[in-house]
């Protein structure tokens, strides 16, 4: 099988489209590198629906750890709480079982397909660490900024809104991009966790699991995930970064922080 036969086969195969079965024997590099990179889609579906999502009720979590009611503070500490201070893949197991438990008794049963279920766990679980990260720079947010404000008649929602929020994303959005990196390389645990992958229709850490079983030879597969990767999260970086220069647009060149990729080794 020539490259151009191999895309056409496997380009989409992630997602159900193109030749039903897997490859047997006599794996070449491009059959490889094409299948695995058709899981691509599913992490990039994971990732930017959870990113999406998570991003709106991390700002909710962390206004909401600010408050001075006891009725909303104290549940958005315990949220935080729980999807930080557990792993991520033992939050994926035990969403699986739950969610299975209640699919016996009848109800939702949608939620133990990996692209809901998985893409919950995502959910909360980037929601409390972008929460913590928001909350930090809510919290470091210059109080000349608020008295100057409030001097000039802005308050409540108009100050929040004009004054807390843009600098809060200002001082946030750094340590924001080091967490959508992870979010998208932790998007590999959804098929090693219980969530099962319908009809072979994996991600990219899936398809190289695969070839990895079929070949004895971890040496090719893993390395092209790896390849991936890196150019999935050059891409974040840019992206990332262009939207860190806007929020900083009014700032000189030399005082703007500057996006930086620091990986998380243990979380």
Known sequence: MTCGEAFLA???RSIGIGERLLPRSEFSLCQEAVLIGSGILWNLYFGLLALFFG??????VAVAKTSKHPWLRKPADAFILVFRGSPLFIQFFLAY????????????????????GALLVLI???????AQIFHGALMTVPKGDIEAASAYGITGWPLFRRILWPTTMRLAWPSYTNEAIF???ATTLVFFSGFPAQGQQGDMLYYANYFADKTFNPFVPYPIVAVYF?????GIIGIFGL???????????DLRRRVRY?????R
């Open 10 to 12: 496997y380009a989409l």
């Open 55 to 60: 991003f709106f009720i991390a700002n909710a």
């Open 97 to 116: 079982f739950t969610f299975l438990a209640v699919k016996q008794q009848g109800y939702l049963p949608w939620l133990t397909a990996a692209q809901w």
């Open 124 to 130: 909360l679980n980037t929601s409390a660490y972008a």
């Open 183 to 185: 979010l998208f390389q």
């Open 230 to 234: 890196v150019i999935l999260t050059l």
């Open 243 to 253: 939207v860190n220069k806007w929020l900083n647009r009014h700032i000189p060149q």
């Open 262 to 266: 620091r990986p998380q080794l243990i």
